[in-house]
């Protein structure tokens, strides 16, 4: 892994601090070769502090390390993308990321999708809203609308016809996470324990 340290004349190259299981940004630090070094023998993310003029190593004074999972370097050799697990919160400010975000894990869409269910789970008496609905009629209802979509996605995936299979997949996850919500659980609960099987 050779990094382009001498391109910039003062020896340092950014380093894009990323938690290695939520995908978020946790920060941005400077490594010359010693902190790039002393990174991969600790395991935990060194930086060389331009404020400090030294080796900083991230939560020596905290506690809240960067547990180091691996480094990549990119196409141009002078910048190092470092996953990591961090141990509290990165930022000095007291926050997860140095961007004021939450460090929880994000599905895209689906997490979107898990808001809206959430708003609707507490606004149930909106007679348009059919999620709503579906948490008005209670926890028997909803399973049993899980129930039908299971059986209606295996009929499709025994046919030929793709289209129909994937809508009939759509409507069990979309029911699947109303039962999770229902249950007081999310998506993430479920990756957990599919996580503590692997």
């Not at 023998?41 to 180091?68: A, I, N, P, Y």
């Not at 008496?125 to 609905?133: G, P, Q």
């Not at 039908?148 to 994937?166: M, P, R």
Request: hydrophobic share 35%; glycine share 6%; net charge negative.
């Amino acid at each position: 892994m050779k990094i382009d340290f001498d391109k910039n004349s003062d020896g340092l190259v950014p380093a894009i601090i990323q938690d290695a299981k939520t995908k978020k940004v946790l920060m941005l630090g400077y490594m010359n070769q010693e902190a790039f070094d002393k990174t991969q023998e600790l395991q935990k993310v060194t930086f060389f502090s331009r404020s400090k003029q030294r080796l900083w190593t991230k939560g020596e004074e905290s506690g809240h390390f960067l547990e180091l999972v691996d480094l990549k370097i990119d196409c141009d050799f002078d910048t190092i993308l470092v996953r990591a697990n961090p141990k509290g919160p990165t930022c000095h400010t007291g926050t997860d990321t140095c961007w004021f975000e939450e460090n929880k894990q994000d599905f895209g869409f689906l997490s979107e999708l898990e808001e809206i269910i959430a708003s609707r789970k507490e606004n149930k008496e909106d007679e348009k809203s059919y999620v709503a609905s579906l948490f008005r009629k209670g926890i028997n209802k909803i399973a049993q609308k899980v129930g039908e979509e299971a059986v209606e996605t295996v009929i499709e995936a025994k046919d030929e016809n793709d289209d129909l299979f994937l809508n009939e997949s759509a409507d069990l996850l979309f029911h699947l996470l109303i039962l999770l919500k229902a249950k007081g659980f999310g998506l993430n609960d479920v990756v957990k324990v599919l996580e503590s099987r692997h």
